[in-house]
Nanobody, 117 residues
Framework: QVQLVESGGGLVQPGGSLRLSCVAS????????MGWYRQAPGKQRELVAA???????NYAESVKGRFTISRDNAKNTVYLQMNSLNVEDTAVYYC???????????WGKGTLVTVSS
């Protein structure tokens, strides 16, 4: 059974930065894509960024140029560097590991990011 644990969330002022981490326990040999999603209050969960095993990245338009996703396969870890944060980035951020065809599909429990002055 694979478990994902996020860390790095917190309170930050507008214009600030945070780095999220998500580490997986258990075997992830079947995992291809690692990614980050977020859900703001009253809104649907949305993709923030994802990276395939081949290194192909996909970003939400709203975070392009500000957020950077990276992964360390040896450490079973995916990162999200978030710069120039604004209040609209406030949300619970979830990491997601999935295989080809979305099988398997694992989710973390989320870490809260609050951008406020």
């Amino acid at each position: 059974q694979v478990q994902l644990v996020e860390s790095g969330g917190g309170l930050v002022q507008p214009g600030g930065s945070l780095r999220l981490s998500c580490v997986a326990s258990g075997s992830i040999v079947s995992i291809n894509t690692m990614g980050w999603y977020r859900q703001a209050p009253g809104k649907q969960r949305e993709l923030v960024a994802a990276m395939t095993g081949a290194g192909i990245t996909n970003y939400a338009e709203s975070v392009k140029g500000r957020f950077t996703i990276s992964r360390d396969n040896a450490k079973n870890t995916v990162y999200l560097q978030m710069n120039s944060l604004n209040v609209e980035d406030t949300a619970v951020y979830y990491c997601n590991f999935r295989g080809l065809g979305n099988v398997p599909n694992y989710w973390g429990k989320g870490t809260l990011v609050t951008v406020s002055s």
